[in-house]
């Protein structure tokens, strides 16, 4: 990884999506762009979308705008786009198995690459591409595919001591379907997805301010 600069949460939100669409942009040819036409793009506006790259340094020129290929480079160094990224998956259950459908390495440079659950009837088995593997092989596997980041979709009741097991492993990231906030030592952080919330933010909005984008 090269060194980074310390960037605001929201910002590191944002660069993914940026990333996106620079790759887009790059794909269909065009070279430069204006701060005003990634706004339009993104829904992100443009004084933000300035802000967020000046936290790496002067990337645009007045009046140029930015290079699109010089941009692109750049974010896949940040976000380390050029290595793939090996991430687990634990409890195969409805919301597991949807995202190992989902199989995030057509769009980005991660993948589901070891899933783990407590049920006979699916361990042993491969699902969509990825091996299902035992609770006893937590372990080794995080260890020998050289695991950060692992994907939490098991019951609320079992979250606590699964979160243990994947810090005990020297998993530093986890993102936690489950309702429970779980807790964990300094050094490992967590990412909490909660479809409920971002549907009721969305009711929110909706009702009191009519179409107007949030902007994230
Ligand atoms: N964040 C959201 O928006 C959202 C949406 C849906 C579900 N959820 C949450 O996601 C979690 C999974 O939901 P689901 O509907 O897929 O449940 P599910 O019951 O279908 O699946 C849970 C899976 O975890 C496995 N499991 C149970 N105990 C385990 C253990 N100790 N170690 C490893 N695996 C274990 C089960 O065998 C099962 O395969 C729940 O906590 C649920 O509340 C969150």
């Known amino acids: 990884?090269?060194?980074?600069?310390?960037?605001p949460r929201a910002t590191a939100k944002r660069l993914p999506i940026y990333y996106r669409y620079l790759t887009f942009l790059n794909d269909a040819g065009t070279q430069r762009i204006s701060s005003a036409e990634l706004s339009d793009a993104t829904k992100f506006d443009a004084a933000t979308i300035r802000r967020d790259f000046s936290y790496f340094g002067a990337l645009g020129k007045r009046g140029y705008g930015y290079d699109v290929e010089a941009l692109l480079e750049?974010?896949?160094n940040v976000l380390d786009q050029n290595s793939l990224i090996n991430v687990a998956l634990i409890g195969v259950g409805h919301l597991g198995q949807a995202l190992l459908n989902f199989n995030f390495h057509q769009s980005s440079n991660m993948r589901i690459a070891a899933a783990f659950d407590v049920d006979s009837e699916r361990i042993g088995h491969v699902f969509s591409g990825v091996p299902i593997y035992s609770m006893e092989d937590l372990q080794e596997q995080i260890a020998v595919q050289r695991i950060n980041i692992a994907i939490l979709t098991v019951p609320q009741e079992v979250a606590q001591e699964i979160t243990d097991q994947l810090v005990a492993a020297g998993v530093k990231g986890i993102l936690n379907f489950t309702p429970l906030r779980v807790t964990v030592p300094t050094g490992v952080r967590v990412q909490n997805v909660d479809l409920t919330n971002e549907l009721q933010t969305l009711v929110y909005f909706i009702q009191n301010y009519g179409s107007i984008t949030t902007g994230n």
């Open 74 to 76: 750049f974010f896949a």
């Open 1 to 7: 990884m090269p060194e980074q600069p310390k960037i």
